[in-house]
């Protein structure tokens, strides 16, 4: 008979000492778990958008998922984004991670999930990266967007050993990318300089990461990527439809990435087709298609559930063994029939 959980609460700071100590692990769970959906080992829904007719930029996302393999956990990440909170100097974004038993369907945890959520997004694209991009690494990283993600993608990629020539920083708010700037200089000794032409900053760089809140693309110039650098484009709305078109696009997941007006979506609605989509993540790494060196090569990631499933699943198995997570045995009043 199945016994009933303990039900945990994990704070910030218990999910940030675990992926502190833990980026080899979680490098390989966020791998693990790309495989394992594309095996068709998960259930990764739509996401549900919570929108606001009195704030149109602002938004609360839910990702239900399963995912199987040794994980064997369902949950919803709730993730909220408030762009006008930075005019406050808080967070745009924030988030709780829910876990749930796959064979009982009791809830086993609830947990910060913003790290979660930037480390997954990072890990994915550092993992593409390595992949479809030159290696060793020869030229300037180019950064588009200067916020929390951005800053979690540098911090992966550094961990994986990556090594630049030049940083250029581009930001509408150019206060931001000065931060950005300031935080390479003292925590990493790295020389980045911002940037005051989104062109100059495309064109001079070999490896290119778009964090930017945008809704509607701009990037139209297919000219900028004459060069055919790497493209990290994890806001997935910057890219014009003639720019995708003339691409090499690698994808986490297809149908997910062709909704909700995506550069991507936006191509599909202008051919009528997806012949433009290259493949998956899991195509490169198990060597069914190639990077093609000749063209721009983009990697847009949707965002999969499955992700944070993956990695919450680690860090709540990490934080209890460590005695970080604090558990309320007494959670469920109403756990047994009678």
């Known amino acids: 008979m199945p016994a009933i959980p303990t039900f945990y609460v994990l704070p910030g700071s218990a999910v940030k000492h675990v992926i502190d100590r833990s980026k080899n692990e979680i490098f390989g769970v966020v791998e693990d778990a ?12 739509d996401s549900y958008f919570l929108r606001y007719p009195d704030k149109p930029n602002a938004r609360i996302i839910a990702l239900p998922a399963h995912l199987g393999g040794s994980v064997k956990k369902s949950g919803i990440k709730w993730i909220a984004s408030f762009p006008d909170n930075r005019a406050n100097n808080l967070a745009r974004a924030s988030a709780i991670l829910i876990l749930n038993d796959a064979t009982t369907g009791f809830p086993l945890a609830c947990m910060e999930a913003s790290l979660i959520s930037a480390t997954r997004t990072a890990a994915s694209a550092a993992l593409a990266a ?10 300037t990283l180019g950064i588009v967007g200067t916020g929390i993600i951005a800053r979690a ?3 992966w990629l550094l961990f994986r050993n990556w090594q630049f020539r ?25 020389h980045a300089s911002v940037e005051e032409s989104l062109d100059d900053t ?25 060069h055919a650098p790497t493209i990290l484009h994890l806001s997935l709305r910057d890219i014009c439809a003639n720019v995708i078109l003339a691409s090499q696009n690698i994808v986490d997941d297809v149908e997910h990435c062709l909704k909700a007006n995506t550069s991507l979506h936006l191509a599909e609605m202008a051919t009528g ?43 709540l198995e990490a934080a209890t063994a460590s005695g970080e997570g604090i558990a309320l045995p007494d959670f469920f ?3 047994t029939r009678w």
């Open 202 to 226: 495309i064109r001079g760089s070999s490896l290119i990461v778009f964090t930017t809140t945008a809704t509607d693309p701009y990037l139209s110039d297919e000219g900028l990527l004459a």
């Open 333 to 335: 009043s109403n756990s």
């Open 130 to 139: 390595e992949h479809i991009s030159p290696h060793p690494f020869v030229g």
């Open 34 to 45: 790309y495989r394992l959906h594309a095996s068709g080992d998960s259930v990764n829904p």
């Open 273 to 315: 087709n997806r012949t433009f989509i290259g493949g998956t993540l899991v195509d490169v790494l198990e060597k069914k298609i190639e990077p093609d060196r000749n063209r721009p090569r983009i990697f847009s990631p949707f965002g999969l559930g499955v992700l944070d499933l993956a990695v919450g699943n680690f860090v």
């Open 166 to 190: 030049d940083v250029a920083l581009y930001d509408l708010d150019r206060h931001e990318a000065e931060h950005l700037s300031t935080w390479l200089r003292e925590q990493h000794g790295i």
């Open 153 to 155: 993608t540098v911090e």
